[in-house]
């Protein structure tokens, strides 16, 4: 990396707690901690944060005691984001509080849940550009926490809250850019890009969840190990593997496989992003922000990931087993929503005098673990409807 280096050992590029934009409500610098790392303990201490144990990745919580949670992805992307950033010479701490606080606007059971509640605001409100875990997110850390005396939401830095809206409709950040001029809603109009920090998170995420549901896919018996050497990148690295351990097999093997990928993926990114970084030379943290993406893979490893994901897709997100326990969980969020919205004193008191009603009942809904939602299932249309509450 080039020799320009600032306090920390960070570059010239990366996101200084010190020149935070702030937060929307000032408080007073904390003693210890500066801002970034106040904002990741924050998060680490909220309600939403500990939610996402029972919250689905892929594997509905109750399939399976090892499957990934979006506890523990958030927890693999702040590995994989802080590691990137050390070597990007970023902000850890900014780079950590993101990925923790990623998926905070995740519904119960992952992507069948969000669809479903998408479905059922759209219904309710055409003109009101229904539901996104994006924006989600930044509605838990900037209104939906309840914790301090004096003001809602964590209230974060702008940078936290920049890279936690990974992405947003022009609707939404229409509305965002109406309430907060300049804020984050600014670069979806604008069309630049977030910090560096926010940049890497993204990626962190991708080559996680790309990672770890081969993992979970092959834990589950959807995915058959023979089936994965299609796949050109994890050909190769099972070879190599084989060359290192002659005789290896089972788990270990396919861990090592795995181990392998990851860290071709994290070296292609780091390596990138330091001839893209040190190509574009941005004098801070918002010419960074003004070059285009500057943390990026190459495009062989792009081209790897798009297979990564396309087989995921079809042998796995699409398989006839998770398809059959989404749309059950789908029916769920449906019943939910149309029981709240029908007659509002079926929820709990703070919920039920809260307007928009649809509005009020998708926060509800969001912020459930898919366990909490199959008990308010049962409890408002009773056991056997769902086929899932069984397994509780
Ligand atoms: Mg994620």
């Avoid at 996402?52 to 090892?66: C, I």
């Avoid at 995921?312 to 006839?320: A, D, E, I, M, T």
């Avoid at 039920?352 to 308010?376: K, N, Q, S």
């Amino acid at each position: 990396m080039t020799p320009v280096a600032t306090q920390g050992g960070l570059g010239v590029w990366a996101s200084h707690a010190a020149q935070s934009r702030g937060r929307r409500r000032p408080e007073p610098r904390a003693p210890n901690r500066d801002d970034f790392q106040r904002d990741r303990d924050r998060i680490v201490h909220s309600t939403a944060f500990r939610r996402l144990v029972y919250k689905t990745q892929v594997f509905l919580n109750h399939e399976g005691d090892l499957f990934r949670t979006r506890m523990t992805h958030s927890i693999e992307v702040a590995q994989l984001a802080r590691s990137v950033a050390r070597a990007l010479r970023l902000n850890e701490d900014l780079c950590e509080a993101i990925a923790l606080a990623h998926d905070l606007g995740h519904t119960p059971f992952g992507h069948a849940g969000q669809d479903a509640l998408d479905a059922c605001l759209r219904a309710a409100q055409p003109d009101g550009g229904g539901f996104e875990h994006n924006f989600q997110s930044l509605r838990v850390v900037d209104e939906l926490e309840e914790r301090y005396p004096d003001f809602d939401g964590l209230n974060l830095t702008f940078e936290a809250r920049e890279g936690i809206l990974k992405h947003c409709s022009p609707r939404h950040a229409s509305a965002l850019e109406a309430r907060e001029p300049g804020g984050v809603g600014r670069r979806f109009l604008d069309h630049t890009q977030p910090s560096l920090e926010a940049q890497v998170c993204n990626l962190a995420d991708e080559i996680a969840y790309n990672t770890h549901d081969i993992d979970d896919g092959v834990r589950s018996g959807l995915l058959a190990y023979e089936q994965l050497l299609a796949l050109p990148a994890f050909a190769q690295f099972h070879r190599e593997a084989l060359g290192a351990f002659p005789g290896l097999g089972g788990r270990r093997l396919l861990f090592e496989v795995l181990r392998r990928t990851l860290s071709a993926q994290v070296h292609d990114l780091i390596g990138c992003s330091t001839a893209r970084i040190q190509e574009c030379a941005p004098a801070d943290a918002d010419e960074a922000r003004r070059s285009g993406p500057l943390v990026l893979c190459s495009a062989e490893g792009a081209e790897s990931a798009r297979a990564v994901k396309a087989f995921l897709r079809s042998g796995l997100y699409r398989h006839p087993r998770v398809v059959q326990t989404t749309e059950a969980a789908r029916a769920v969020v449906r019943d939910l929503f149309g029981a709240y919205t029908g007659d509002p004193s079926t929820l709990p008191a703070p919920h039920a005098t809260r307007r928009p009603i649809h509005r009020a009942v998708a926060d509800y809904i969001a912020g459930m673990t898919d366990r909490f939602a199959l008990r308010e299932h049962v409890r408002l249309f009773g056991a056997g409807r769902s086929g899932l509450a069984h397994e509780l």
